[in-house]
């Protein structure tokens, strides 16, 4: 009796083993599928695959690579706040303190795409201050120097590329930017002085030449008919014309120079975008 009983304990187990052992196989298989899906650019199956992995399988040793790619997925279909959900659920489950790093620059790079590049700052400053990333410093600048350009603030993105390395292509390019784009305050300042001379600052020659002709004429005219006692004519010249022309001079200057800005800007982006061969957010 006790030996038919060890006997069907003994089937028991072998039976149970077997069958957890299909378990983990079929796991693997689905787990395989779901790293071939996202190699093919198949986004959508492999976050369904892989919620339906973390479903029936909720503690296996691949619930922070599932959380992560899942991530990967919603990052590349644009969904910028799913992403940043399932790697803040990659990070919660790291075994390691690489896959804790991975994780966070993961959700710093979401941040600069979706330009919510204050956010992405607090992290990288936060990670800057961990001493367990001591050695990725140099990492992290990098992905700082990249939230200074979502930021349009290439003077400081080219600072930031020129403490990890002076002569790499994005030093470069920040810095050429930045000795391209106009100063708005200069442009508005020089037009308080010379009307028009912030237009011709920006290459807008013949809008700067008009305004400077008729801030002149109107000024003259205005001049004239106070000169003459004709103060009426001087209040409503002064207040209707030469005023006009006066702030729309202003305006312009500003105008252009942030048009012309973000001409320049959008060149250098779409550079990066589609020619620049380097990691990017």
Same mark, same amino acid.
């Given at each position: 009796?006790?030996?038919?009983?060890?006997?069907?304990?003994?089937?028991?187990?072998?039976?149970?083993?077997?069958?957890?052992?299909?378990?983990?196989?079929?796991?693997?298989?689905? *787990?395989?599928?779901?790293?071939?899906?996202?190699?093919?650019?198949?986004?959508?199956?492999?976050?369904?695959?892989?919620?339906?992995?973390?479903? *029936?399988?909720?503690?296996?040793?691949?619930?922070?690579?599932?959380?992560?790619?899942?991530?990967? @997925?919603?990052?590349?279909?644009?969904?910028?706040?799913?992403?940043?959900?399932?790697?803040?659920?990659?990070?919660?489950?790291?075994?390691?303190?690489?896959?804790?790093?991975?994780?966070?620059?993961?959700?710093?790079?979401?941040?600069?795409?979706?330009?919510?590049?204050?956010?992405?700052?607090?992290?990288?400053?936060?990670?800057?201050?961990?001493?367990?990333?001591?050695?990725?410093?140099?990492?992290? /600048?990098?992905?700082?120097?990249?939230?200074?350009?979502?930021?349009?603030?290439?003077?400081?993105?080219?600072?930031?590329?020129?403490?990890?390395? @002076?002569?790499?292509?994005?030093?470069?390019?920040?810095?050429?930017?930045?000795?391209?784009?106009? @100063?708005?305050?200069?442009?508005?300042?020089? @037009?308080?002085?010379?009307?028009?001379?912030?237009?011709?600052?920006?290459?807008?020659?013949?809008?700067?030449?008009?305004?400077?002709?008729?801030?002149?004429?109107?000024?003259?005219?205005?001049?004239?008919?106070?000169?003459?006692?004709?103060?009426?004519?001087?209040?409503?010249?002064? /207040?209707?014309?030469?005023?006009?022309?006066?702030?729309?001079?202003?305006?312009?200057?500003?105008?252009?120079?942030?048009?012309? /800005?973000?001409?320049?800007?959008?060149?250098?982006?779409?550079?990066?975008?589609?020619?620049?061969?380097?990691?990017?957010?």
């Amino acid at each position: 009796m006790v030996f038919v009983m060890k006997s069907n304990y003994i089937i028991f187990l072998i039976i149970l083993f077997e069958c957890t052992l299909f378990a983990q196989n079929s796991f693997d298989e689905q *787990f395989n599928l779901t790293k071939k899906l996202y190699s093919d650019e198949n986004y959508f199956d492999t976050v369904t695959e892989l919620k339906r992995l973390l479903f *029936f399988n909720p503690n296996s040793e691949y619930i922070y690579s599932a959380y992560e790619t899942i991530g990967k @997925s919603y990052k590349q279909g644009a969904k910028f706040s799913d992403a940043i959900r399932y790697f803040t659920l990659a990070e919660i489950n790291a075994l390691s303190v690489d896959e804790i790093y991975n994780s966070r620059i993961d959700i710093i790079r979401v941040n600069i795409l979706r330009r919510t590049t204050d956010r992405a700052f607090k992290l990288l400053d936060s990670l800057e201050a961990d001493i367990r990333f001591n050695d990725k410093i140099d990492e992290i /600048n990098y992905w700082r120097g990249w939230a200074f350009i979502f930021a349009d603030d290439w003077e400081n993105a080219a600072v930031t590329f020129a403490g990890i390395d @002076s002569t790499i292509e994005l030093t470069v390019l920040a810095k050429k930017v930045d000795d391209d784009l106009y @100063s708005v305050s200069f442009a508005k300042t020089i @037009s308080y002085i010379i009307p028009g001379a912030g237009q011709i600052y920006t290459g807008e020659y013949i809008s700067g030449l008009l305004s400077l002709g008729w801030n002149i004429l109107w000024g003259y005219l205005t001049i004239k008919s106070f000169i003459d006692e004709r103060i009426f004519d001087g209040i409503v010249i002064a /207040n209707f014309l030469w005023l006009r022309f006066y702030r729309g001079n202003l305006q312009n200057a500003e105008k252009f120079a942030k048009e012309k /800005n973000l001409i320049i800007s959008n060149k250098a982006m779409n550079y990066l975008q589609f020619e620049f061969k380097g990691l990017k957010p």
